[in-house]
């Protein structure tokens, strides 16, 4: 899961605070100890963590809780509101006509982020354009082009032209008609002046609607360094960090845009073209928290998911059937792997843990539950408390599985459904009750 260990030492230093008697100051330095300890370990820079600190401090200390609310509660909602707040709010990406030039570090991730964009921006129905403006890393034409033959994306480059500007100007002459034209720059360092010199070059040559900076999760302090370098040549319109599946870090990234006030307008989740998501400060934080991120989830299930895929409405009600179960597995499957949608999931419904099992439900096991089920009969399918002992052998039998992988559909399916039940408020709807029940406090 995204920053796991950062995840988790907050949580842990929230339920201190849910577990603690009284709510007094000792208590509060105590768990903002803990807040700052487990930030600075994500690489978060310190100016930002002491920041966070006093806001929290200052808010808990005078703040009155609001009606209905006590004072553990409101403590809990200053801390998760500030914690939203220390990484932003999200690069507004409006969805009409653009240009957009991506730069960053060498193997930030940039390449692959540039497919994905292309790739997010068709999925609303635009029309996306690509040049390759590397003329330095020497893989880096055919790995755009491949990646844009895949997708179906129009690819604009010169292989031997080694002048990325004139390529810049050439290209966007010739993909004037596409809806959004993406331009991705060769890796640079801050202290490369000719490099530097290359990407103000190119940021002369159109009137670009953003500039993304493109910075992996893991790149720790030097983070704010190279952002205020790249912004002060042309100027930062939102970040776009890249790894978020494989780090416990990200603090780096974190204090990056903080120091240049700017803002994260993508996380990257993968290597796949589909690994792209739009972020979200309180899906963001609430998903590091191990609240899930349905917001992310419901958008992921729209964008991939034919209606008759899953059916959110009646999952969100709260009923959820063996063949829910069934379809739903499907969908997760066609939605990419497992262990990435179960983040998005609210985790703290299933008691804080996904255990590895829920992991392992790979093509081969739902063709088991797939076969399982078909013994069973419709009211069991949609009831599944009906099967007891005695109808667990005969789906055995029936079905040529073993009782205890009967019991084990009809586990998983009660932990699916638990999880599926901490997701009835609907995305997005979140309050500080229903994430202290998440949380077990
Ligand atoms: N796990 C994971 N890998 C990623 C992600 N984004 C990019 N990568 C991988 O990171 C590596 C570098 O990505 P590139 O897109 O080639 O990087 P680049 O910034 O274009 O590299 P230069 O052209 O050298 O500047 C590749 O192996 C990508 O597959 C991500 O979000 N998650």
Do not use: W
């Not at 768990?31 to 200052?58: E, F, G, P, T, Y």
């Not at 129009?154 to 810049?168: C, L, P, Q």
């Not at 959004?180 to 070059?201: N, P, S």
């Amino acid at each position: 899961m995204v920053l796991d260990n950062l995840g988790s030492s907050l949580k842990d230093a929230l339920k201190k605070l849910a577990n603690s008697s009284k709510i007094d100051k000792e208590v509060i330095d105590d768990v903002v100890k803990d807040i700052q300890r487990a930030l600075i370990q994500a690489d978060v820079n310190v100016k930002l963590v002491m920041k966070l600190s006093n806001q929290i401090k200052n808010r808990a200390l005078t703040e009155a809780p609001p009606a209905g609310m006590n004072s553990k509660e409101h403590v809990l909602r200053i801390v998760y509101t500030e914690l939203v707040n220390i990484v932003g709010k999200a690069t507004p990406i409006k969805l009409e006509p653009q240009t957009i030039m991506m730069v960053g570090l060498q193997g930030s991730g940039k390449t692959t982020t540039t497919a994905k964009l292309a790739r997010y921006f068709a999925r609303k129905g635009l029309k996306p354009a690509v040049i390759c403006a590397d003329t330095y890393r020497p893989g880096a034409y055919d790995q755009l082009s491949q990646l844009c033959t895949k997708l179906g994306v129009t690819f604009y480059g010169e292989r031997d032209n080694k002048d990325a500007v004139s390529i810049v100007r050439n290209g966007l002459k010739e993909i004037a008609k596409y809806d959004i034209k993406i331009v991705d720059t060769a890796g640079r360092h801050a202290l490369e002046t000719d490099l530097i010199q290359e990407m103000k070059d190119i940021y002369g040559l159109t009137d670009f609607d953003h500039k993304f900076l493109v910075l992996d999760a893991a790149i720790g302090q030097q983070a704010s360094e190279q952002a205020k370098t790249f912004n002060e040549a042309i100027g930062i319109t939102g970040v776009v960090i890249t790894k978020l599946d494989g780090t416990a870090k990200g603090g780096g990234a974190l204090s990056a845009v903080s120091d240049t006030n700017t803002s994260i307008a993508f996380i990257g989740v993968g290597e796949t073209p589909e690994d792209l998501e739009r972020f979200d400060p309180d899906g963001f934080i609430s998903r590091l928290l191990g609240m899930g991120d349905l917001k992310a989830l419901v958008e992921k299930a729209n964008e991939v998911l034919t209606k008759d895929d899953v059916n959110l409405d009646r999952m969100m009600t709260g009923k959820f059937t063996l063949n829910d179960m069934y379809s739903q597995l499907e969908a997760i499957n066609k939605m990419g792997p497992l262990k990435q949608i179960m983040s998005m999931l609210p985790l703290g419904g299933l008691g804080g843990n996904i255990t590895d099992d829920m992991y392992k439900v790979t093509q081969d096991k739902l063709k088991g539950y797939k076969i399982i089920m078909d013994s069973m009969t419709g009211e069991e399918k949609e009831d599944p408390k009906l099967i007891g002992s005695s109808r667990i052998s005969r789906i055995s039998r029936g079905s040529g599985k073993t009782p205890d992988e009967v019991r084990e559909l009809l586990k998983y399916h009660k932990m699916m459904q638990k999880a599926v039940k901490g997701m009835k408020g609907g995305p997005g709807k979140m309050n500080m009750q229903k994430l202290m029940k998440q949380m077990k406090f």
